[in-house]
């Protein structure tokens, strides 16, 4: 087991910019791969699961992992992988700019030869970081031809990814010292050739097919090796169900480009697997069976949805109700499937849910305050959420919490039953995107508890 180190001494707030969603669920399962072992999963199991762990991958790795004489690894959040050509070598996928320099000198001690081609499988933060710093003059850099707006769009939404992407990995917003080298890596990052459907080249003795596989991004490629039926699929793969929707912000992600890809991928016949984040699986066997049960869970949770959407069903109902079978039960430690379920209902539908009162500007909650003075008050609403906590029903509690926070924001039996439900809900997460949302209102309601202690001293 590794020892856990605080993310933020190893990672700013400026690289996770555009940070993806992901992790690496799992050690390696095959005992020739030597896996870092930056990530602990026994820590999901235990509740103690904790969002910058999955940034820690790789940090103890010593030498690049050898896949086969041509195609090397390091790892991190996420992978950087080398193909060894006479004519050069390829750079598939660049991890986070704070990870990059480490993945560059490992995979440099396999071989330092000129880098032909770089092809970034998409266009988020952890795979584009080190782009800047692998590319030489007469490199290439290989994206799909959704990349550039993929790009304007992340760039557009800046300030507010900063924002979500701290909260949800833990970061001080304040320390942002190495936002303007991420900045100015941006031109240097960008790619100069693009691709619609497929680009095929040969290198030495090395085959490669890029091919579109749009999934998580629209802009997603899969780099395909012919003669060793190697797939790299950048994050068209995990173990965890996947982020069909992510807290931190996306557009929608479609569940039905996820099918195609992975089946176009599978129709490949691949004996090598290599996911961006995660270990490689090894064997068209194990590949075929884990991606099949990967694509036939995210195939279940779009159809159950669309289902409910035609009957008529509102989207909470089915975020409750639809539940993975056993034998599609892939883990929720990443993706969640309720959050999934809303991202399809509203990828597909928008947010208008057909109740006339939400064509209108007023919240649910510009109401609270007038409810909670109807219920006699906050310390009558504190103590009907401690009863709904004792029950175990935390999320009710939390939700009379946030109506008498509308009422009394700074009272600090309000913030003290606040943060006993928080932590208790904390304590119960298996995911790691859960865990982050729940840290980030911990630490917002400390921050508020001590500031209006404070106040009151004065
Ligand atoms: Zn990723």
């Known amino acids: 087991m590794t020892t856990i180190r605080n993310g933020s001494r190893i990672l700013t707030v400026s690289m996770f910019l555009w940070l993806c969603t992901a992790s690496n669920l799992v050690t390696a399962e095959d005992p020739n791969l030597n896996a870092a072992d930056g990530y602990n999963p026994e820590a999901l199991k235990s509740g103690r699961v904790d969002p910058s762990l999955h940034l820690q991958q790789g940090s103890n790795q010593l030498e690049a992992q050898k896949i086969n004489p041509v195609i090397y690894k390091a790892t991190g959040f996420g992978n ?63 994206a799909q031809q959704n990349m550039v707006e993929f790009l304007r769009y992340q760039k557009r939404l800046k300030g507010l990814f900063i924002q979500r992407n701290s909260a949800q990995f833990g970061f001080d917003l304040t320390s942002t010292s190495s936002s303007a080298a991420s900045e100015s890596s941006g031109v240097n990052m960008l790619p100069n050739t693009l691709f619609d459907k497929r680009l095929n080249f040969t290198l030495g003795q ?9 999934a998580e991004t629209y802009d997603a490629l899969t780099v395909w090796m012919p003669e060793h039926k190697a797939a790299f699929v950048g994050d068209l793969f995990y173990r965890s ?15 039905l480009d996820y099918i195609d890809s992975i089946n176009q991928v599978l129709a490949l016949g691949p004996e090598i697997l290599l996911p961006s984040h995660g270990e490689p699986i090894l064997g068209n066997e194990n590949i075929n069976a884990e991606m099949t049960r990967y694509r036939d869970a995210i195939q279940y949770v779009h159809d159950e949805t669309v289902k409910g959407m035609n009957e008529g069903r509102d989207v909470y109902s089915l975020m409750r109700e639809i539940k993975l079978p056993k034998a599609l039960d892939v883990g929720e430690a990443y993706g969640w499937v309720s959050w999934s379920v809303r991202g399809i209902y509203e990828g597909y539908m928008g947010w208008f849910d057909g109740d006339p009162v939400s064509m209108y500007a007023q919240s649910p909650q510009s109401i609270y305050a007038d409810l909670v003075t109807l219920a006699g008050g906050a310390e009558k609403v504190i103590s009907l959420a401690e009863q709904h906590l004792n029950e175990g029903d935390s999320v009710k509690a939390l939700l009379l919490i946030e109506a008498a926070m509308a009422t009394e924001p700074d009272n600090q039996a309000v913030l003290s039953m606040r943060l006993q439900i928080l932590r208790v809900m904390r304590k119960a997460s298996g995911n790691l995107n859960e865990s982050g949302w729940l840290n980030h209102g911990i630490k917002q309601t400390q921050q508020k508890l001590s500031f209006s202690d404070d106040t009151r001293r004065k």
């Open 80 to 142: 950087t992988f080398m193909v060894i050509t006479d004519e050069g070598n390829v750079i598939i996928d660049t991890s986070l700019p704070g990870m990059a320099v480490k993945h560059k000198s490992l995979l440099n001690a396999v071989n330092d030869g000129p880098i032909h081609s770089i092809i970034i499988t998409h266009g988020h933060g952890d795979h584009t970081g080190g782009v800047a710093l692998w590319r030489e003059p007469e490199t290439k850099v290989i």
């Open 206 to 214: 090395e085959k490669f097919e890029v091919l579109h596989t749009p």
């Open 241 to 255: 169900f996947p982020n069909i929707y992510t807290l931190r912000g996306t557009k929608p992600r479609w569940a």
